[in-house]
């Protein structure tokens, strides 16, 4: 076998599919595999504002769609108002200040809850990951209480905590609880167990390890158990404020159903709906800077 | 010493007559044109030129970092050049590529870890047969049900090599194949890739850190230094090559010399 | 129309004249010569079933004062068919058995649970008014029944404010006392309630419902044990709590009068002021009028 | 540096804590780490028969504390009936055969609910975790959809789907979807670029890198999803089941609330709680089969 | 060619006095008495003795495969025996070890990585002081705020040497460190291997597959066959050692004989 030069002939035969020019060999969808993107700069500050706005497209069809249903009388306004009447009723709730008073409220006892529960969860999450024992002895009933509905435990909890706070915040702590503890065990479970054993073979204790090791690597699967912690929480309100509350987003919307209101319902679910979306901001934020190492969790993804 | 890789090897290729035409089965030409890849600010590949003929065995050798596995995935498709081209010829041509680790699927065990590397067409007893006799020429053929996971590094890497032998590639990119293995495995390895690469024709580019190897194998040695080609060097030995003849000591030589900044 | 689908569907709560009426087969009869059928839906509550009547999941419904003001409110599209004549000892302000609490006076300070905007809100307004207490004298829980119990139980409200048979069965079972009962403060009335569509084009189904319920409630007068015996398993209530509410509650299904308007209104009209009510409603509007 | 022989005084002089004897090396409670006990064959029977038992004890312990509260009279029955009482009222229930009607009825809504919204859920996760595009938009408006309580969604649904099987069936599914959603979506996020990369260069076309790289990668993230899946598909029932049901678990449970039977109350939630538990051993099962080359989800775990 | 490595090297110890007090940085020794290494069916390691006294520089080579790793592991203490005993002298001796693989931690930058390897004793200042000088002394000093995945395969070795090298072991053990390094730099390697052991005079124990470079760097050399010692071999020459002498010549014959079944 000899060597050869390739001439312009040859290299014109080269098939125009195998040629790989600049940017040509990046598959332009595919967050899985980490690839430098050769494109120029006016495209890209597009295709920056189009990254932006794409989330946005789909609800905004929807509303869109909705309100002309709804002109149009497909959609009777005494069944499911239209999204200005909804405006509207979300306008007049402000002005009085109910509305930010009752997401104040929530907003407090969300969190309370969310730091209770998020604690807890994430010790036992790791706790049982680390320690075969723990996990032995207390995955199974834990994995027992997970299952049992807020509602059905409502009057116990009243029967425990009184028709106060405490009752509010223990259920919202038991609802974030979960996500948090299983993606925390699972997080910590499926490190890579060759790095482990490198931080034992180099003579971390037990919390450097932890520290170094271990925490780090379970980091992206307690991210998505803290989001969906997030959401979990503004659920579980819903639930605990029924048991004698005065105000709180949960509050307002049950009664609303009980009294029919359904532009109020409506407005307690859209405003459900974007604390849901901020919340998924912030954890993206969140991730952006505890994952940095980790192609996958860029906030400016390609 | 039990010598099982020795006698445990049967014909690695005498499976049924090939499915691809032979025409397809040659190797296929590449070219780098003017080919630079910067990460940041530096320049791995600067503005470099490299033809690759058809059927050629080339060898690449270069310092730690200096840019090897860049050079090979520009090849395979899994990197775009900053600037410049790089084209493979042939319409479609089957590109397949060795890393410098493993990369074997944990949740398949190792027979069929190596029955990843066959073409999709292949049926499955035929493949089967083929991924055995791979797995067989590499030594392993005792492991083909285990997981990787128990494996050891070289018998690792060498099932990374079955996998890549089977493919029946136009073009085989292979990234430091042999560098966890003992001074035997190796030399029966050399040999393995050589007599597959006889009886296929594809073209072959090697990346290694052993020069010894790199003129053991090669037609043609290149060194690569600051991201440009340093070195363009011809090996037209005969085969099968002799180790430690003088002509190859001599290769070997010029090389380490111009490694060594003599 | 109905006749496409020559289906009444109807909603029932667990307890009620309906869920009797369903056990008895007695509608599905009348209806039968008509050519209809009847399908039935269980609620948990009053409230959700106006939602699904609002939503046109069901044609007829029974409730108490309260949910039909606000239905009325949203939609337009609620009727009153009739009603049940006034209970007013079937509802009242209960106090635990060893409460030292004697008068509705001494409840300035005090804790109240209640389900909010319910007939028992109503109660507790009119109740203070009487005794000269204001509204804001004492504190309020607002709490489903089932929640109300199991704090009234813990001692986490000093007073509970409710309706039967949740009021029988905590005297029965808890011997709690009734503070004041709902007599000479606010009548308590039942309605059937329903689709004005459909009620206007079914007039005849309305009459079969109404004359069902009747012959019902005679059956539930008479032989007022072996109801309670029918509500029993339903409720899980004892049949001894079901007797005493059943006992005193005063059945004859009619057409509504002027009075029982008038009185419908001056609950919306609190409601509204309480600000419970997004708008005022005009009863009269909503009410059937039976053809001569 | 000349070679020396160690004499048996000096092996004597070895510190006892270095030497490594047979299985003294392995730390007995560190489930991230794949060691091989060396244990010897009746300790390691006695010690499976432990291992299977454990997650029992906690449950048995705080039973069994209860029902000696009870009997001392500390817990009135009134307000929680003792565990016999409770078992008393599941037999009356069983023996009527209410019980069994209503978790049959139950049952099949949630593996409806399961099977629709499990479907989707894990199609719209592989579709964003392997697309951009489709990640980009339609992830806001689901983190935006999950968030609404389903208390809250109610009226729409009934204005969607009635008051029938369709509704419940509808709010399972929603329910279902988001675990599933969510982990899948992590899951396949999370896959070794290292190994994509590979199955391309090996000329995988899309259905079978997925198949063969991406999906079993992706799969104990997806396992984690499934798990909590199966609880939601019970609580969701209990809200869904209040929808003009007739029967049901929820129906049973939210029925016996209302009406303040605290035992059956109770008697609910103990079998909510012994459903949490099958599922958590059915996915530990299927976990055991289909992740049998992950050294951390082998049924008998060292 | 840059020659980069050769003058950025600074004096990788001259660091403040050693914290640990001389008597406890010297090597300890260690034993394997009898040990039987079964994984499943077969024994890996099958009633090996082996003696390796305080200080000693032991190279272990063999066949891919033949048990190199697990004899390690079971002094890193990773691994336990099915039978025998393994046993390190010193009270709590400090162990370190290098694996076949990088095992770097992704999360953290090169730099952090290397100080993984430092005694938890060290202060922040002077920690990050002596982790800079490892890197420097690996020639990879300006890639220190880097993350490991960007690095080459060769990088990565190298980062993992110098967090092995930093950490000021009694015993110190090397899965065979260089094996993804080109000539020159693995000559480099080996060179500060041998200073750093001169220096601190640690037991080491290295797995290679390099036979030149199992006698250009030990005391001793053992061949590991079928689960046992097939070959003890004392390697007495004088450091600093010449590479290519006859001495090391006839010595590396011996083992590839061995080796080659001869
Ligand atoms: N956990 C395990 N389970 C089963 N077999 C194993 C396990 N670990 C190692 N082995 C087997 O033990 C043998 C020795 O492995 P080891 O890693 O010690 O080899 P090695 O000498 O280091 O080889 P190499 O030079 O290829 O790294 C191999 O055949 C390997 O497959
Ligand atoms: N994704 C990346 N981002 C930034 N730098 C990179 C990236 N990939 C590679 N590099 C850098 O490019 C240079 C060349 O890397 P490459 O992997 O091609 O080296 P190599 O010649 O294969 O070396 P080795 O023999 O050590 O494997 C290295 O300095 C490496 O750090
Ligand atoms: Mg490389
Ligand atoms: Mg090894």
Request: charged letters at 20%; glycine letters at 8%; aromatic letters at 6%.
């Amino acid at each position: 076998m000899q060597q050869q030069t390739i001439d312009a002939a040859q290299a014109a035969a080269f098939s125009a599919d195998a040629a790989r020019r600049p940017g040509a060999g990046a598959t332009p969808d595919a967050p899985v595999a980490a690839r430098t993107p050769q494109t120029q700069n006016a495209p890209r500050r597009l295709a920056g504002v189009e990254r932006r706005v794409a989330g946005w497209i789909l609800p905004l069809l929807l509303i869109l769609a909705w309100e002309a249903l709804s002109r149009a009388g497909v959609i009777h306004g005494n069944v499911l108002p239209a999204p200005s009447a909804i405006a509207l009723a979300g306008w007049q709730a402000a002005r009085s200040g109910d509305l930010f008073e009752n997401m104040a409220v929530s907003a407090a006892r969300a969190l309370a809850g969310l730091i209770v529960g998020g604690t807890i969860g994430f010790v036992f999450g790791i706790a049982n990951g680390v320690s075969e024992l723990t996990h032995r002895y207390t995955d199974t009933t834990l994995q027992m209480i997970r299952n049992v509905p807020h509602l059905a435990l409502i009057p116990l909890v009243i029967l425990w905590f009184g028709i106060d706070e405490e009752a509010k915040l223990f259920l919202v702590a038991l609802g974030v609880f979960f996500p948090i503890y299983i993606n925390t065990l699972h997080g910590v479970r499926t490190v890579d167990p060759q790095l482990i054993e490198m931080g034992r073979a180099y003579g971390m204790t037990p919390v450097t390890l932890f520290l170094r090791v271990i925490l780090p690597g379970a980091l992206p699967s307690i991210f998505v158990g803290l989001r969906f912690a997030l959401g979990v929480m503004w659920l579980t309100l819903i639930v605990a404020e029924t048991i004698a509350a005065q105000s709180g987003l949960g509050h307002m919307a049950m009664q609303a159903r009980e009294f029919l209101q359904v532009d109020v319902v409506m407005l307690a679910i859209l405003i459900y709906a974007l604390l849901g979306k901020l919340a998924d901001v912030l954890t993206r934020l969140l991730e952006g800077v505890c994952l940095s190492w980790h192609p996958n969790f860029q906030p400016a993804r390609n | 010493m039990s010598l099982a890789l020795a006698h445990q090897r049967r014909s690695f290729d005498a499976a049924p007559p090939p499915l691809a035409p032979p025409a397809e089965a040659r190797g296929v030409p590449a070219r780098f044109i003017g080919v630079t890849r910067r990460f940041g600010q530096t320049a791995v590949l600067n503005d470099l030129d490299l033809d690759i003929p058809a059927g050629q065995f080339l060898a690449v050798v270069g310092k730690s970092g200096c840019g090897k596995s860049t050079l090979l995935r520009q090849l395979a498709g899994l990197d775009a050049p900053s600037e410049g081209a790089v084209s493979i010829g042939g319409a479609e041509p089957v590109t397949r590529m060795m890393f410098q680790e493993p990369r074997l699927l944990p949740w398949r065990r190792v027979l069929a870890n190596v029955e990843v590397g066959l073409p999709a067409k292949v049926n499955k007893a035929e493949g089967r047969e083929r991924a055995l006799s791979a797995l067989e020429a590499v030594g392993l053929a005792d492991r083909a049900g285990e997981w990787p996971a128990v494996l050891s590094g070289g018998q690792k890497q060498r099932v990374a090599l079955a996998r890549a032998l089977v493919s029946r590639p136009q073009l085989l990119l292979l990234d430091e194949p042999l560098g966890a293995l003992d001074a035997l495995t190796r030399i029966d390895m050399q040999r393995l890739i050589e007599r597959i690469w006889l009886e296929q024709g594809f073209t072959a580019v090697l990346v290694t850190h052993d020069v010894a190897e790199a003129s053991a194998l090669a037609d043609r040695i290149v060194l690569v230094d600051a991201g440009k080609v340093a070195l363009d060097l011809p090996a037209p030995l005969p085969r099968p090559r002799r180790r430690g003849s003088p002509e190859s000591a001599a290769i070997e030589a010029r090389i380490l010399d111009q490694l060594f900044g003599a | 129309s109905l006749a496409a689908d020559a289906v009444v569907r109807v909603g029932y709560q667990k307890y009620g004249t309906l869920v009797l009426l369903k056990g008895k087969g007695i509608l599905e009869k009348k209806l039968e010569p008509l050519g209809v059928t009847v399908k039935w839906s269980e609620f948990a509550a009053g409230p959700q079933m106006l939602e699904a009547l609002n939503a046109g999941a069901i044609d007829i419904g029974q409730t108490g004062e309260a949910p039909p003001i606000f239905a009325q409110a949203a939609s337009d599209n609620l009727i009153y068919l009739a009603s049940e004549p006034a209970s007013p000892a079937g509802e009242a302000i209960i106090i635990p058995k060893d409460s030292p609490l004697k008068s509705v006076e001494e409840l300035r300070g005090k804790t109240v649970g209640l389900n909010k905007g319910s007939n028992v809100h109503f109660l507790l307004v009119k109740a203070l008014e009487k005794h000269g207490l204001a509204y804001s004298e004492i504190k309020t829980a607002f709490l489903p029944p089932a929640d109300a119990r199991a704090a009234f139980e813990r001692g986490a409200i000093d007073a509970w404010a409710i309706w039967d048979p949740f009021f029988a069965a905590a005297e029965v079972s808890i011997g709690a006392r009734p503070l004041t009962t709902a007599e000479g403060i606010v009548p308590n009335y039942q309605f059937y309630l329903g689709s004005r569509k459909f009620a206007d084009a079914n007039p005849a189904i309305i009459e079969a419902l109404i004359s069902a319920v009747d012959e019902t409630n005679r059956w539930v007068e008479k032989d007022t044990t072996a109801a309670a015996e029918t509500l029993a398993p339903l409720t899980g209530i004892p049949v001894a709590a079901l007797t005493v509410a059943l006992k005193r509650q005063n059945f004859g299904v009619a057409p509504l009068t002027e009075k029982v308007v008038a009185d419908q209104q001056l609950i919306a009209d609190t409601f509204l002021k309480l600000g419970l009510l997004p708008k005022p409603v005009n009863v009269a509007e909503a009410v059937r009028k039976p053809r001569a």
